[in-house]
């Protein structure tokens, strides 16, 4: 019988924690702080979003990705252009010379991202970051494809930053690695 209740008090307390970070990010998702880009400063302001409304997790890290050329495409934006791949479905890119977003919990949190969804860190690359199906032209990119973009990630510049000193002065860097190691976790 203790067992039992003291599983189901652990069961609703995981359940209001879930509830309570996914809500939070609907509302700043919404809210007129976010602006388009300015991922960095959405970002720091979303963490401390976070501790104000005193929401609890487990592990954060922000990451950024540079790409000196503007060619990081995003292919699930929220600001971008309408383009097509090669079998005639739409997509929004935009595409940028660096991005930041938040892994929290496992979660990517970006509000550059189209729709208020937070995907497991896996699921959320490889819809962004990877075409689903072959592309039309991409201005100065060409034809783009799943391998052709991932060989681009294997010289991409990328830092990971601890949460804690992203929100006072977005640094250090913890780490400094290539875009590809995300891919390989």
Known sequence: MKRTLLSAL??????????????AYEEFYKSDVISSNHCGRNIQSFLKYLDEQKVEFNSAYVVSIHE??????????????KEFYENGEFYFRSNWYFHVFAVID?????FSQAGMKSLLLKDYLNLSYLPKSKTENVFFQGN?????????FINLEMNIYESETYKTNLGPAKHQGVFIELFNL
Request: aromatic content about 14%; overall charge positive.
């Open 10 to 23: 652990l069961l609703i307390s995981f359940n209001i924690y879930a509830t309570s970070l996914d809500i």
């Open 68 to 81: 000196p050329f503007a060619a990081l495409n995003h292919f699930d934006a929220r600001w971008g252009s």
């Open 106 to 110: 496992g979660k990517a949190y970006d």
């Open 144 to 152: 783009l494809t799943k391998e052709k973009t991932l060989s681009k």
